[in-house]
């Protein structure tokens, strides 16, 4: 089968694997699509070269997929080979990604597509979501909340969740998205951070660092999604990012969410394998809003 690798170098490889057996706890998924997100380009350009694995280790590509359990561990019950299932690979480390025409995940990584949801567009939101409702963990009890990349994959989906946890939230983002992140669930849209030191938190998908903590109330909390770039703690905010893990339990609920509209899934486009490079490429343009999947 076909897998796309990275050494780190800033290329993408092709590599022919042999088709992966699924061992205790681990179902094997006929990828369907996979989902192309930052960390793809980040990995390919080097960032866990640079920090957590040594020079030169060929490492596979992509964390998001959906497709068709094909195989499953000789003690796995569910889900059931036939089952439509989307997932999160847990370690980014492995020889083997999501840009595969096969992955093995353990279980407890993924959950049944919901009817209605197209199996390919699934493959845009395990990553994302799990990201926005986990780093919403870490901002402190329900009140004022400003999300700054909000017309973005993560930021799209946390105003929803925050709004639909109870949060007044206010968007950041550019005037094209107003319509998008008003009907996603915000109170309101701000193209600046002007009014610093007035929401109780901040959700900073834009990495915005200290212009976004500027944002926050005396005693508030920031909460941002890279961890080696949290910004100094300042009158009293506690300063935290998140580090997504997978979870099929919450994305099964998160899909629940999806499924009945309170979520919208967003799909830039979708090119073939062969073309990964393109697609992290058109995924890197500026402005594009939506995941590009990639089909085996
Ligand atoms: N820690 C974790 O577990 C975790 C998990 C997932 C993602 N992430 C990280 O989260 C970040 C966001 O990911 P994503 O998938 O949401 O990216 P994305 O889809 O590209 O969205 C980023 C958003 O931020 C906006 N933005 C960027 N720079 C800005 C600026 N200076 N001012 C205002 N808005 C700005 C972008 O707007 P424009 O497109 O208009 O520029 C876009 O709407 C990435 O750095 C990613 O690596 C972390």
Do not use: C
């Given at each position: ?27 094997r998924i006929a990828v369907a699509a996979a989902g192309v997100n930052p960390v793809d380009m980040a990995t390919r ?252």
């Amino acid at each position: 089968m076909r897998a796309v690798v990275t050494d780190g170098k800033g290329d993408l490889k092709f590599s022919d694997r042999p088709v992966p057996e699924p061992g205790p706890g681990e179902v094997r998924i006929a990828v369907a699509a996979a989902g192309v997100n930052p960390v793809d380009m980040a990995t390919r350009d080097g960032y866990l070269h640079a920090s957590v694995v040594p020079a030169g280790t060929t490492l596979g590509l992509g964390w998001d997929v959906a497709g068709i359990v094909d195989a499953v561990g000789a003690d796995v019950t569910s889900p059931a080979v036939g089952t439509r299932v989307v997932g999160l690979r847990p370690d980014p480390t492995t020889p083997l990604g999501t840009y595969a025409d096969f992955v093995v995940l353990p279980v407890e990584a993924v959950a049944s597509i919901p009817d209605g949801l197209d199996t390919v567009a699934a493959a845009s939101i395990p990553l994302n979501i799990l990201t926005a409702d986990q780093a919403l963990d870490l901002a402190g009890p329900v009140g004022t909340l400003l999300v700054t990349g909000a017309a973005g994959g993560v930021g799209g989906y946390a105003v929803a969740l925050a709004a639909h946890r109870g949060w007044t939230v206010t968007a950041l983002a550019r005037d094209s998205d107003r319509e998008f992140v008003l009907n996603a669930g915000a109170a309101s849209a701000i193209g600046t951070v002007a009014d610093a030191g007035s929401f109780d938190a901040v959700l900073d998908a834009a990495a915005l660092g200290a212009t976004a903590i500027a944002a926050v109330r005396d005693d508030g909390h920031y909460v941002g999604v890279l961890p080696p770039a949290i910004p100094e703690p300042v009158r009293g905010v506690s300063a935290a990012a998140v580090s997504v893990r997978h979870d099929g339990g919450r994305l099964a609920q998160l899909l629940r969410l999806v499924s009945n509209g309170t979520v919208e899934v967003r799909v830039a486009g979708t090119l073939s394998l062969d073309h990964a490079r393109k697609a992290q490429d058109e995924a890197s343009t500026p402005g594009v809003r939506g995941r590009w999947l990639l089909t085996p």
